[in-house]
């Protein structure tokens, strides 16, 4: 008895010793001095970007993004009544002043305001171009210069977009500043990139008539593309400081965002979420950036969403267990996107996304954002093919369905699709089987 | 260190971590959180000589006082001090008679799926705790049944009358009554086990444990049960939840005047009004009880956020709008965009509690608003608010409110006239109704206090009074109409099962279109 009350005098607080976690994981330094962003103006010279030709042709790259870009807008925007509204309930001062809102709407953190001004410029894709601006012409020029961003490579193309329109470790959309007053996020990568005014000529490996499954290609890529950065964004939000935790744009919008009027389309909210075994009246996780990769991602990859869902579930998510989690997932779609890049999107594959897509009437009915990931799947993959006449007028219907969910007057970048009835949807869904 | 003598740290550990595992099980875990929500509510005063057992309605009922049949002559001659149709506007009006039906209505019934509970509701603790009576106890339920306890009756007579064996026969039994009857309020309650409903402070605490929440009492609507159905639990205000039950008694000043002797109300004595103040402190102090009992719970101790039915509902319950009123309106300076505020409505008419003592208002009122500050901060520092640090901060407004409650209960604290004329003026100061902007609950409580301070003046002011005189009540009525139609300041009545979902969903309607820049127009008509 007395070796028991001795060992476990001495064994209890030696078990918490072990039990603490150690503070060896301290990362050795960055060193080196991040290369510097030098402004839109060094690349706009008539001879090299700026030769004012056709939109989109080549050597008039800067003219076409200073003519029709919205990116060259992004820093005029923090002028304009959302943004100074947005500022006032931030604490006041102003948003062109803000390193949250210069982070996406300038040139990125600690640059000069004439900088800034450029709005998203050049280097805030191709990479800060202090190194590289005099040689990147050249022949023979190194790719690997520092700073320079490979843009040819898909899978990088769909990550730079993703630094600001989902968010990174320095750069995010979180639900105080929704809060405060802008818009969420709602990024797709094939959409996004289809009604993009591009300022660069399709080469010949992604020549459309020589790469007739493109479409379904950006599609893929930038599904896994998006997906990790939200995966890798959450576990960022999960491994920061307790005060944000748990951030409320990991949740769906939709789930608390309702008036209380419409019983039964909560009642059967409920019934849903406890099929799926969950209990009424918790939060689900977002849908927008995880509902395809959990409907065509592999084994393994939807392990780690059951469980980063199980936990989000709580009230207040164990962040060491999601933040795990997340990574996980988000390093099995690094090697999904890799895979997607390079991949032959045949026929026969495409027939079984749509498939997979049209099939599930269940994620239809889950809300609005579920409905539109399906919709802008199946739009993009009917692309890749020859496309009948009759999927255009079945698109256009779901199109409709779904911006007919905006009541009347919206603005949808704040509204919410209130009045989408997923009975609407279904139906259309299944004409794509 | 040898491997043996490694192997020797095994045993401790073992048993330390079954003993870890032991206090972490389900059941352990209820009982700590139970300890622990005993921290924040005080042992509750049992009578000394009264035994338990819970009466069914049939006590109450046939041929006795309280079924519209008033007896022919009483003890010694003394009139009789009820209204004697008790039984008769409880069958016909009141909800809690329903409220065990209501559990067995469509509603409910899907409720108890969604919750996956047992198909029978008589075995919903968490629901029947307040929808009906929770014996709890095997032999104590099956001596009430012998007594006709039923649970179907819902929120029965004893429910809040006190569920003793001695009270009921022996005010009811002329040979008994008639030791019973010239005994003190509070000998009735502590010798026989009749609760003193007549004192605002053991009626406020009453009311509010099902209206506000009693974590020990396990009376508390969760978000759970909420998504799963529930209706939104409405903003409490004493007062008006008694005459709107409707009041199955009178007044005291609607009694005679021996009567109002023989059970206290001093002359020229306005008790709706320290009904009102009284019930605006408890309902505060208890809602911070709920709110402290569930932040130190075990649950949340071991990381779950507190449950989100503290919290502002319609924070979050709203539709998103670019033209949306509350883009309009911004943030308070002190509070942070995106973060989810408390329920807000239990805060509001404790300001009026506080001016009716003259002396202590000023400096009240700045020790409270501090207070208030204090835990709005500690709600937004994080979202679904820092647990500890809000149930540090609840305390003290517990022990402010506590505090508050126990001065205005004083027997010596008696309001006239010019008490009542003074708080109904002093509305337009401290709510500044022009100019701010109020949720909807937080309305109806301020238009509520108004309507009784207003109602009670006219009332008090017919000399000799012992019937309602309507004409007068009826131009309070049509004054109040801009706001009754805003907030139905009027609670439904009795009515069957699910009839009543036409009425939550008007609610609904008014919350969801509630607009606080229109509702300023409204209130301008404070005067």
């Not at chain 1, 309930?89 to 982070?103: K, Q, V, Y």
């Not at chain 2, 929500?37 to 049992?46: L, N, Q, R």
């Not at chain 2, 809602?287 to 402290?292: G, I, K, S, Y």
Request: aromatic content about 8%; hydrophobic content about 35%.
């Amino acid at each position: 008895m007395r070796f028991l009350i001795v060992t476990t005098a001495i064994g209890l607080p030696l078990l918490l010793c072990f039990a603490t976690p150690s503070r060896s994981d301290v990362r050795p330094g960055v060193l080196l001095v991040p290369p510097v962003t030098v402004g839109v103006a060094s690349c706009a010279a008539g001879s090299c970007h700026h030769g004012n030709g056709n939109l989109g042709s080549k050597g008039s790259e800067y003219s076409t993004w200073i003519a029709i870009d919205p990116h060259a807008k992004a820093y005029r925007a923090l002028f304009n009544a959302d943004s100074r509204r947005i500022q006032k309930n931030l604490g006041g001062g102003n948003a062109h002043e803000n390193p949250t809102c210069l982070a996406c709407h300038g040139m990125g953190q600690d640059l000069p305001a004439s900088i800034q001004a450029d709005g998203v410029g050049c280097e805030q894709c191709h990479g800060p171009a202090e190194k590289w601006k005099s040689s990147h012409y050249l022949p023979g020029f190194d790719r690997s210069t520092t700073g320079f961003v490979d843009l040819r490579e898909l899978g990088s193309r769909a990550d730079s977009c993703m630094k600001c329109h989902v968010g990174d470790e320095t750069r995010e959309v979180n639900h105080d500043l929704i809060a405060a007053g802008h818009p969420r996020l709602k990024f797709e990568f094939a959409a996004y990139y289809a009604n993009y005014p591009r300022h660069w000529t399709y080469r010949e490996n992604e020549e459309r008539s020589l790469l007739p499954d493109q479409e379904a290609r950006l599609w893929v890529v930038g599904q896994a593309a998006s997906a990790r950065a939200a995966l890798d964004l959450l576990a960022t939000r999960a491994e920061r400081s307790e005060k944000n935790w748990p951030e409320f744009a990991e949740y769906d919008c939709a789930s608390c965002h309702h008036d209380l009027l419409d019983e039964s389309s909560r009642r059967d909210r409920a019934s849903r979420m406890v099929a799926k075994g969950r209990k009424p009246g918790e939060l689900p996780w977002a849908d927008w950036y995880h509902v395809v990769p959990r409907l065509t991602g592999s084994q393994a990859l939807r392990i780690r969403y059951a469980a980063i869902e199980n936990e989000m579930a709580r009230r207040v998510p164990r962040a060491k267990d999601v933040a795990r989690e997340a990574r996980a997932a988000a390093t099995l779609l690094r090697a999904d996107l890799s895979a997607a890049v390079t991949a032959k999107y045949a026929a026969e594959q495409v027939n079984r996304l749509t498939t997979t897509l049209a099939r599930r009437d269940d994620v239809a009915a889950d809300g609005w954002d579920s409905a539109a990931q399906l919709y802008l799947g199946l739009a993009a993959l009917s692309a890749t093919r020859d496309v009948p006449v009759d999927r255009k007028a079945d698109l256009k219907a779901m199109r409709d369905v779904l911006y007919g969910s905006y009541k009347p007057g919206a603005r949808s970048l704040y509204d919410l699709p209130t009045k989408y009835d997923p009975k609407k949807l279904i139906p259309l869904l299944k004409k794509f089987e | 260190m040898s491997f043996i003598m490694r192997w020797k740290w095994a045993g401790p550990a073992v048993v330390v971590w079954l003993l870890l595992g032991w206090l972490g099980s389900p059941h352990v875990r209820a009982q700590k959180d139970k300890e622990l929500a005993g921290d924040v509510y005080p042992t509750p005063v049992e009578p000394t000589t009264a035994s338990k057992l819970y009466y069914g309605v049939a006590a109450c009922q046939g041929g006795s006082c309280h079924d519209g049949k008033p007896p022919v002559s009483w003890v010694d001659g003394k009139q009789v001090n009820v209204r004697c149709d008790e039984l008769i506007r409880w069958k016909k009006y009141d909800k809690h008679d329903n409220a065990f039906l209501s559990l067995q209505s469509p509603r409910g019934k899907r409720m108890g799926q969604l919750l996956g509970y047992d198909p029978d509701p008589k075995t919903w603790k968490t629901c029947l705790t307040c929808h009906a009576v929770w014996i709890g106890d095997d032999k104590l339920e099956k001596a009430s049944k012998e007594v006709n306890f039923k649970v179907e009756e819902g929120v029965n007579c004893v429910a809040c009358h006190g569920h003793y064996e001695e009270w009921v026969p022996s005010h009811s039994i002329l040979v008994t009554a008639r030791k019973f009857r010239p005994l003190s309020r509070s000998e009735k309650w502590s010798k026989y086990g009749m609760i003193d409903l007549k004192d605002p402070l053991k009626r406020a605490e009453l009311c509010a444990s099902c209206h506000v929440g009693n974590m020990a009492q396990e009376k508390f609507v969760t978000h759970e049960m909420y998504a799963a159905g529930h209706p939104p639990l409405p903003s409490f205000e004493l007062a008006t939840f008694s005459n709107e039950m409707p009041r199955h008694w009178q007044l005291l000043r609607e009694k005679s005047p021996a009567l109002q002797k023989e059970i206290g109300l001093s002359p020229g004595e306005l008790e709706e009004t320290k009904l009102l103040l009284i019930g605006a402190a408890v309902a505060l102090r208890d809602n911070m009880r709920l709110l402290q009992a569930d932040a130190v719970s075990n649950h949340v101790k071991n990381g779950d956020g507190l449950d989100i039915a503290h919290f502002d509902c319609y924070a979050c319950h709203h539709d998103l709008k670019a033209d949306s009123w509350r883009l309009k309106r911004g943030y308070d300076k002190n509070r942070k965009p995106g973060r989810v505020g408390l329920r807000p409505w239990s805060v509001e008419l404790v300001k009026l509690a506080i001016a009716a003592d003259e002396k202590t208002a000023s400096t009240r009122s700045a020790e409270y608003e501090k207070l208030v500050a204090d835990l709005n901060k500690v709600f937004d520092s994080r979202p679904y608010g820092n647990p500890t640090e809000v149930a540090a901060a609840a305390k003290k407004l517990d022990k402010f409110a506590h505090e508050l409650a126990l001065s205005l209960s004083s027997p010596k604290r008696i309001f006239k006239v010019d008490d009542t004329t003074r708080l109904l003026k002093a509305i337009p100061t401290i709510y500044e109704p022009a100019t701010k902007l109020y949720d909807y609950d937080s309305a109806r409580q301020i238009s509520w206090a108004h309507e009784i301070l207003k109602k009670e003046l006219v009332r008090i002011r017919i000399p000799g009074e012992v019937q309602e005189d309507n004409s007068n009540l009826v131009a309070v009525d049509v004054e109040l109409k801009g706001i009754n139609d805003l907030l139905r300041l009027r609670l439904p009545r009795k009515s069957t099962g699910e009839s009543l979902s036409s009425e939550y969903q008007t609610t609904l309607e008014r919350i969801s279109k509630w607009d606080p820049f229109r509702a300023r127009s409204v209130f301008a008509s404070f005067k």
